[in-house]
C-alpha cells in the first residue's frame, strides 16, 4: 500500500508537539550576531602595501588577505578595462587590525 503524505505529516506533528520540539528547534541552529570589526581604509595601493613586505595570504573573487608580522590588511582589486573601461588597475584596502 503506498504511503500517505498527509497521515505521514500528521505524525511528525504529534511528534513535535509530543516531545515538546518547536519546527525551529528542528532546523540548524542559529549564528551567532555579526561582530564590528576595525575596518581602517588605508591610504596604500595593493602595490604599494607588497612593496612594503606585505604578503598575500588568500585570494577569493578579486580580494585579496595580507600579512606582515601581525597585520592584516584586506584589499579589492579591479582590473583595467572591463565594463567600467578602467584606465588603470585599481586597489582600496583596509586595516583589519
Known amino acids: 500500500m503506498p504511503a500517505d503524505p498527509i497521515r505521514h505529516a500528521g505524525l511528525a506533528l504529534l511528534c513535535v508537539l509530543a516531545f515538546g520540539l518547536s519546527p525551529a528547534a528542528a532546523q540548524a541552529p542559529e549564528r551567532p550576531p555579526m561582530q564590528a570589526t576595525k575596518w581602517e581604509p588605508l591610504p596604500a595601493s595593493l602595490e604599494a602595501l607588497l612593496n612594503d613586505g606585505y604578503e598575500i595570504t588568500q585570494m577569493v573573487a578579486g580580494a585579496f588577505l595580507l600579512r606582515k608580522n ?8 579591479r582590473e ?3 565594463l567600467r ?11 583589519l587590525n
Open 70 to 77: 601581525s597585520r592584516w590588511v584586506v584589499c579589492t582589486f
Open 85 to 95: 573601461g578602467n584606465p588603470t588597475a585599481q586597489s582600496l584596502c583596509a586595516a
Open 80 to 82: 583595467p578595462g572591463g
